[in-house]
């Protein structure tokens, strides 16, 4: 019996968003030997944390998402 593979679609939408060509470069040259598989990957992550570093600065309330990242990167730090 062949198995079925179930494609799971994404809900988050995306959009393009300009990069002056130096600063890519020298992006994509940093993220080099990284987690990261493209510029669009590091540029996300970078704005998520100042986003989230700017709700922290506020007291604001942390959202899930946000809690799970917390999470994740103590984990990562050999916290349970």
């Known amino acids: 019996m062949k198995s079925q593979k179930t494609k799971i679609k994404s809900k988050t939408r ?3 968003i ?3 060509t130096m600063l890519a470069k020298k992006i994509e040259k940093r993220i080099e030997n990284t987690g990261f598989g493209s ?4 540029i996300t ?3 998520r ?4 570093e700017e709700k922290v600065a ?6 899930k998402n ?3 990242i917390v999470r994740r990167k ?4 050999g916290y349970a």
Not at 74 to 77: F, G, N, P, V
């Open 58 to 63: 506020r007291d604001e309330p942390l959202s």
């Open 66 to 68: 946000d809690m799970e």
């Open 18 to 20: 300009c990069v002056p």
């Open 74 to 77: 103590l984990r990562a730090l």
């Open 49 to 52: 944390e100042l986003l989230a």
């Open 14 to 16: 995306y959009t393009t």
């Open 39 to 42: 510029l669009s990957g590091f």
């Open 45 to 47: 992550y970078v704005m």
